[in-house]
């Protein structure tokens, strides 16, 4: 039976133990990725929190939001809103789903709903960005209708 999600604005208080985990998770996926070192990744990890959350849960044009099924915390969805010259564009920075509740349906609905939000306010394109070694999460957003823009391959030696 398909999940639904309800998404309510992030509390302050809610981002600020968001952005504990988000960053710790942002910087040991860098890290699995091979880009850079873990304590490399960390410094990168609270430099980019920084510089895209200057206001942090109130930064301009950044969107969070909890996401519920009836009171029970399921996920978070975080999406910027910016317009170009064909109309407002979005970009997922993360769509996570708690872990214990991972693999039910909670990912899809959470998109679900991310995408509703953007129909809402006119958005012409969304876009996201995924870690290469994370296929779960590749394969649900060809499901969803994304494609590839870009492919960023490497060889070790």
Known sequence: MP???????????RF??????AER???????????????EALEKAAAD???????????????????LDADQEVGILWLAFSEKSNGVHAFGYDFLVTSELQRRGYGRAIMA????????????EVG???FGFNSGA???YEQMGFEVTM???????
């Open 25 to 39: 998770s942002y910087a040991d996926n860098i890290a699995a990725s091979g880009m850079m070192p873990p304590s």
């Open 49 to 67: 929190f920084d510089q895209l959350l200057p206001d942090g849960v109130d930064t301009v044009d950044h969107c969070f939001w909890t996401a």
């Open 138 to 140: 590749q394969s649900l």
């Open 113 to 124: 709903a991310a995408e509703e939000v953007c129909r809402e306010r006119g958005v012409v």
């Open 128 to 130: 996201l960005s995924v």
């Open 16 to 21: 600020r133990s968001y952005r504990v985990t």
């Open 151 to 157: 492919l960023q391959m490497r060889k070790r030696i």
């Open 3 to 13: 999940v639904s999600v309800r998404l309510v604005p992030m509390s302050p208080e």
